[in-house]
């Protein structure tokens, strides 16, 4: 341990002494005041791979968004509009009245890094590949929603995809539009010869259907071992080369919008954890970086940072306490309601994330942004579960629940344990669960923090049912529906099966949530919340309003889950050598920096 | 033998003169009674500390990550508890854990070591080849891999992993301990009046190795201490509320102890309470060293 202590301090050490180095050549990259090297980090992937591909796919290939790797559009991510992009590969796109097709017309300039031109072809091969990894407008599962029916290459720069309209959705060009598009030239040995052959036999039935399926998915591994020998990128850098400490990546000249990429290099640095983020930050030595979890005494020190300068932003997502009603006495909607006033979010929200959330003002299953465009003046009327400890005790009273010698107990008077459950390293939900710990221990509620190894572990023991409450990412918009399917999808027993919607019993398929299958909801009467929500995968945003008033109203209610905190979208950004960042709240925070730069908004510091 | 030979009058005079020894051992070095003190102090600490406050511990939620003031001397944590009181609750864990470490490697390590040394021939050469065994493997890296399988839910669990994986060292020593005392004049002597081998091992040979087998215990705790804070720290562990290794973990990783004054007090809490421990440790051995063995004596 000693040794490993030492070992660990030693690699801090030299990890330290790196980043020194890199700050240096960031001063020296500079030409004047302005900066040539643009130094950031991808928050979204702890420790680069030097031997890993510039394959997009690859779960540590070394291919950054916006950088050098390009989709056909920028998703805006917009609050109540999932089909707004920023131009990429595509320029123009028109999108079906219906949402049967959209037909996308490419960049009249659009080069890749070794100047051949970037074709319809390569869309189409992209497309194929997007099919092996299960995208969501490319799925190969019979009956998916919002899946392509057929790819028609028009011209050489037009090409158009139409929509299975068996089973719509108001995403499909989302889908579409959100795709990775490689290098035909490169890429076109991935896929076999006969490969949209097997996509039309696995669009059938039965058994050669099933092997087609199979077959396909098997092509899908070949393309995450799949090494270009070099980078060709559409996008405005290339990659130069990646060892431990950073990836390097070279201005392309032959990018459509060469002319406004201000950086000459871009240099992502490696790290391992969020106290190296802060040291770069505090250090000036990154020019933007992604939101990174810090407590209030490291942000400050961030903002006291030469150049330093934050944009916050809306990010579509919220954390809940989510309960699986399986389990007694989380079954009783009265013992839910009293914890939900028993815990008070804003003590949450300012232990575990101080500036990355704001404290949820009720339970309505959305981010109290997009709710207030949705349902508006309707989010003042529902309940707001304020912190109130007689509420708390009134509906634990209700809920049959005793109180013996300042403890509560279950009806039998069997002890009452909330055991809350968090994958390790996340910190926030874990430091948020210690803090409801206490303040349920301190109501006379025992309860308990239990970690497990790692989120994919974490989502796999919650399906299985094998947690009371666990915290629950929920309110993941922007499109109506996937914020739904969190609280009233397949993690509540409702699927949809080539477009019919199918409730499974609690426990049954992944319905871990168990909520019952109908609720009556005051003032609107008894609705089922999943085919409700599965009907927000097809209708317009007219027709969505109504109907998302009534999710939020029913999950309001009957509480599958506490909404605790929305998140916010802190960027971190340095005015010391580029300027031209994003407005505070603009959608482009909610895009890679990448994209910032190839619009030509990022300029160098005159 | 020996007990056949003494009257209770003689083997009173020798534990007066026993203890006597040992107080003019404390004097002569005044450190090593600090050493004595703040061993006691912890395990005052680890037995009665809990009782001192409530569960859960009272907590300040406008105090968050503070560094150390007249209220709170060490400062508070992230959840805006106080440093002190964290330290001094999570030593039972910790505690406990190292002991239990601590027992089993010594148990384990002296039987087999004794054993091996005393009985020579296939056992000893068995036992020998699984010992080199065990110290080939990488404690850590076994405990890395360990953790992902295994969870530790308490200290007991996690003194037991520790244990089983640390008698090695000891094994070794006391074999070669045996071997040389077995070769002794009065173990010739026991063995040449028909004693038993378990009259041999438990009356003759186990008392001479005692103080080595204690010193290698206390030291074992040490270690206990250090590899279950190191685990918590990497948190490779399921999370505990309540531990010193969860303190410096929550401190760098969550408070940013290593970026910003007002949790250096929260990182310092734990690392003093390690380093108190280590020196009471060492005092006190350096204390039983000389007590045991006379010819260190200066006088």
Same mark, same amino acid.
């Given at each position: 341990m000693k040794r490993l202590a030492a070992v660990v301090a030693?690699?801090?050490?030299?990890?330290?002494?790196?980043?020194?180095?890199?700050?240096?050549?960031?001063?020296?990259?500079?030409?004047?005041?302005?900066?040539?090297?643009?130094?950031?980090?991808?928050?979204?992937?702890?420790?680069?791979?030097?031997?890993?591909?510039?394959?997009?796919?690859?779960?540590?290939?070394?291919?950054?968004?916006?950088?050098?790797?390009?989709?056909?559009?920028?998703?805006?991510?917009?609050?109540?509009?999932?089909?707004?992009?920023?131009?990429?590969?595509?320029?123009?796109?028109?999108?079906?009245?219906?949402?049967?097709?959209?037909?996308?017309?490419?960049?009249?300039?659009?080069?890749?890094?070794?100047?051949?031109?970037?074709?319809?072809?390569?869309?189409?091969?992209?497309?194929?590949?997007?099919?092996t990894q299960g995208s969501t407008a490319f799925a190969i599962t019979p009956g998916a929603a919002g899946a392509a029916a057929d790819v028609e290459v028009v011209d050489d720069r037009t090409i158009k995809v139409t929509q299975d309209m068996s089973n719509p959705s108001s995403k499909f060009a989302r889908g579409v539009l959100d795709s990775i598009i490689v290098p035909a030239h490169v890429w076109n040995s991935v896929l076999p010869a006969d490969f949209w052959e097997k996509l039309k036999t696995s669009r059938g039935t039965g058994d050669g259907a099933e092997k087609a399926r199979e077959e396909i998915l098997a092509v899908g591994q070949k393309v995450l071992a799949f090494k270009p020998p070099n980078d060709v990128s559409a996008g405005p850098f290339t990659l130069e080369r990646v060892n431990p400490g950073e990836a390097l990546l070279l201005k392309n000249k032959n990018f459509f919008n060469a002319a406004n990429v201000a950086p000459d290099q871009v240099k992502f640095l490696n790290y391992s954890g969020n106290e190296q983020i802060w040291n770069y930050l505090t250090a000036g030595k990154l020019d933007q970086s992604g939101f990174v979890a810090a407590p209030t005494d490291v942000m400050n020190r961030i903002k006291q940072a030469p150049g330093s300068h934050l944009i916050k932003g809306f990010s579509p997502v919220a954390v809940g306490m989510a309960f699986n009603q399986s389990k007694k006495p989380y079954d009783n909607v009265h013992v839910r309601r009293g914890l939900a006033h028993l815990i008070d979010r804003q003590q949450v929200t300012k232990v575990a994330s101080p500036e990355g959330g704001t404290a949820a003002v009720t339970t309505s299953g959305m981010h109290q942004k997009p709710a207030q465009e949705w349902i508006g003046s309707e989010l003042s009327s529902l309940e707001p579960y304020a912190h109130d400890v007689a509420k708390?005790?009134?509906?634990?009273?209700?809920?049959?629940?005793?109180?013996?010698?300042?403890?509560?107990?279950?009806?039998?008077?069997?002890?009452?344990?909330?055991?809350?459950?968090?994958?390790?390293?996340?910190?926030?939900?874990?430091?948020?669960?210690?803090?409801?710990?206490?303040?349920?221990?301190?109501?006379?509620?025992?309860?308990?923090?239990?970690?497990?190894?790692?989120?994919?572990?974490?989502?796999?023991?919650?399906?299985?049912?094998?947690?009371?409450?666990?915290?629950?990412?929920?309110?993941?918009?922007?499109?109506?529906?996937?914020?739904?399917?969190?609280?009233?999808?397949?993690?509540?027993?409702?699927?949809?099966?080539?477009?019919?919607?199918?409730?499974?019993?609690?426990?049954?398929?992944?319905?871990?949530?168990?909520?019952?299958?109908?609720?009556?909801?005051?003032?609107?009467?008894?609705?089922?919340?999943?085919?409700?929500?599965?009907?927000?995968?097809?209708?317009?945003?007219?027709?969505?309003?109504?109907?998302?008033?009534?999710?939020?109203?029913?999950?309001?209610?009957?509480?599958?889950?506490?909404?605790?905190?929305?998140?916010?979208?802190?960027?971190?950004?340095?005015?010391?050598?580029?300027?031209?960042?994003?407005?505070?709240?603009?959608?482009?925070?909610?895009?890679?920096?990448?994209?910032?730069?190839?619009?030509?908004?990022?300029?160098?510091?005159? | 033998m020996s007990v056949l030979l003494e009257s209770t009058a003689t083997s009173a005079a020798m534990r007066r003169n026993f203890w006597s020894g040992v107080w003019r051992v404390m004097k002569r070095k005044p450190s090593r009674l600090v050493g004595v003190v703040l061993m006691a102090g912890f395990v005052f600490m680890g037995l009665f500390g809990p009782l001192f406050y409530g569960d859960p511990l009272p907590r300040d939620p406008s105090m968050l990550t503070r560094p150390p003031s007249w209220q709170h001397w060490l400062g508070t944590d992230d959840q805006g508890r106080d440093v002190i009181a964290l330290v001094v609750t999570g030593s039972r864990y910790v505690l406990l854990a190292a002991l239990v470490t601590a027992v089993i490697t010594v148990v384990l390590g002296t039987a087999i070591g004794l054993f091996s040394g005393f009985k020579r021939g296939r056992w000893d050469t068995v036992l020998m080849r699984l010992t080199d065994m065990k110290l080939t493997i990488p404690g850590l890296p076994l405990l890395l891999v360990l953790?992902?399988?295994?969870?530790? /839910?308490? !200290? &007991?669990?996690?003194?037991?992993? #520790?244990?089983?994986? *640390?008698?090695? %060292?000891?094994?070794?020593?006391?074999?070669?301990?045996?071997?040389?005392?077995?070769?002794?004049?009065?173990?010739?002597?026991?063995?040449?009046?028909?004693?038993?081998?378990?009259?041999?091992?438990?009356?003759?040979?186990?008392?001479?190795?005692?103080?080595?087998?204690?010193?290698?215990?206390?030291?074992?705790?040490?270690?206990?201490?250090?590899?279950?804070?190191?685990?918590?720290?990497?948190?490779?562990?399921?999370?505990?509320?309540?531990?010193?290794?969860?303190?410096? /973990?929550? !401190? &760098?990783?969550?408070?940013?102890? #290593?970026?910003?004054? *007002?949790?250096? %007090?929260?990182?310092?809490?734990?690392?003093?309470?390690?380093?108190?421990?280590?020196?009471?440790?060492?005092?006190?051995?350096?204390?039983?060293?000389?007590?045991?063995?006379?010819?260190?004596?200066?006088?």
């Open positions: 030693l690699l801090g050490l030299a990890t330290a002494t790196a980043a020194c180095s890199g700050g240096t050549t960031d001063k020296s990259g500079g030409s004047g005041g302005g900066g040539g090297l643009f130094t950031t980090i991808d928050v979204n992937r702890p420790g680069l791979d030097a031997s890993a591909p510039a394959n997009p796919w690859h779960p540590k290939g070394n291919s950054f968004l916006g950088y050098n790797a390009m989709k056909l559009g920028w998703v805006k991510n917009h609050v109540t509009d999932p089909n707004q992009f920023y131009p990429a590969i595509a320029e123009k796109w028109e999108i079906a009245e219906d949402n049967s097709s959209i037909t996308m017309h490419l960049q009249p300039n659009a080069k890749w890094s070794d100047g051949k031109p970037v074709t319809a072809e390569d869309v189409k091969l992209s497309i194929g590949i997007a099919y708390a005790e009134t509906e634990f009273k209700e809920a049959g629940l005793q109180k013996k010698n300042g403890k509560w107990t279950l009806a039998d008077g069997s002890p009452w344990k909330v055991t809350m459950h968090a994958p390790s390293g996340f910190s926030d939900w874990i430091s948020a669960q210690e803090n409801i710990k206490s303040q349920l221990i301190e109501n006379g509620v025992d309860a308990e923090v239990v970690t497990v190894a790692d989120y994919p572990i974490y989502l796999e023991e919650i399906a299985a049912g094998k947690y009371d409450v666990g915290f629950w990412l929920m309110a993941l918009g922007p499109a109506p529906y996937d914020i739904y399917q969190r609280l009233y999808g397949a993690s509540n027993g409702w699927t949809n099966v080539a477009g019919k919607v199918k409730h499974s019993p609690a426990g049954k398929a992944g319905n871990w949530m168990g909520s019952s299958e109908e609720i009556d909801v005051e003032g609107v009467g008894k609705i089922n919340p999943g085919e409700l929500t599965e009907k927000l995968n097809a209708a317009s945003a007219e027709e969505a309003r109504p109907i998302m008033s009534q999710l939020a109203k029913a999950a309001n209610q009957d509480l599958p889950a506490i909404q605790l905190w929305d998140y916010v979208n802190t960027q971190f950004t340095n005015t010391s050598r580029f300027t031209g960042w994003p407005e505070q709240d603009s959608d482009l925070l909610r895009l890679p920096a990448g994209v910032w730069i190839q619009l030509g908004l990022v300029k160098k510091k005159q | 953790s992902t399988v295994w969870k530790f /839910n308490s !200290a &007991v669990q996690m003194g037991l992993v #520790l244990g089983l994986l *640390s008698w090695g %060292g000891v094994a070794r020593a006391v074999r070669a301990q045996t071997l040389s005392l077995r070769e002794r004049g009065f173990i010739e002597a026991a063995r040449g009046l028909g004693l038993s081998t378990t009259h041999i091992v438990g009356k003759e040979l186990l008392p001479s190795m005692a103080p080595y087998i204690a010193m290698n215990m206390l030291i074992a705790i040490t270690g206990g201490v250090y590899s279950q804070v190191g685990l918590f720290f990497l948190g490779v562990l399921p999370y505990e509320s309540n531990n010193w290794g969860q303190m410096l /973990n929550t !401190a &760098v990783f969550r408070s940013g102890a #290593l970026t910003v004054p *007002s949790a250096l %007090g929260f990182l310092l809490g734990p690392l003093l309470a390690i380093l108190l421990l280590t020196l009471a440790i060492v005092l006190v051995v350096d204390a039983m060293d000389e007590i045991f063995n006379p010819r260190l004596r200066e006088e």
